[in-house]
């Protein structure tokens, strides 16, 4: 007998990474519904799934619009919480932090402006209140002990870390806050990063976390090198044994299908929009496998 059909609320959905764990769990998904703003990543949503409906902006939805939502996912903006940001956490351009849902409710009805995005997480707490589903998850960085703290509070829960490194080729440490029961880590599928290459070799077993400033190389060696990230040889030019004598080898930065299956979406998933926005909103977007990983203790996908 087929599952009940999962009613399912993205928020900060970017490119529907949620639709692609849940679709390899085989769930009966009857509505998807998602908030997005980024065009291009809106774009690679449609042009994979015919099917979801895009809302626009999270700050204009109201749950008393939608249908009754069995699931909300959402990966709330992490710039402000990162340990790569400047860490301001949430708070109004006057410095007032926001540890509240009512305080954020009032600052906004009073026409105060915010720092950043990640106070938009409250517009997260403020519709899992609205729509009240059976299941919730928010995903983010590793952060200060204050903020993952006062997340914690809103949400009732406390976060589960997860590193994508267990079922992808990088090390992506993240914090997973849901009511879904009985999430343990899954266990190691030792993918290494020369297991996702197209082409050439590498000095390591897995990559750095890629980003969505992963696009914003410029001098890429530079860039690479100040930022850690993986480096891919394409060819030893000199026949030289030590491969970390770079400026004899010839080398390069990942690919868009390599990010790809760094982020364990489908090869290709991202065509259709320049390099450019496909590092982009690989960067911002989730580890499917991860998200699948979670969803698959609910009940109703078992």
Known sequence: MESKALNVLSLFDGMSCGRIALDRLGANV????ASEIDKYAIQVSKNNWDDIQHIGNVINVKGNTLPKIDLLIGGSPCQSFSFAGKMAGMSTKDNIEVVTLDQYLKLKEEGFEFEGESYLFWEYVRLLKETSPKYFLLENV??????????STALGVQPIKINSSLVSAQSRQRLYWTNI??????????ILLKDILECGFTDRDKSHCIDANYFKGGNLKSYFEKHRRQLVFSGNILGLKDINTREDISWRKLLPIECERLQTVPDNYTAGVSNTQRYKMLGNGWTADAIAHILSFIPELK
């Open 30 to 33: 009857g509505k998807y519904i």
């Open 142 to 151: 590793k952060m200060k002990s204050k903020w993952e703290k006062i997340i």
């Open 181 to 190: 029961q009985n999430v343990v880590e899954p266990e190691d599928r030792n």
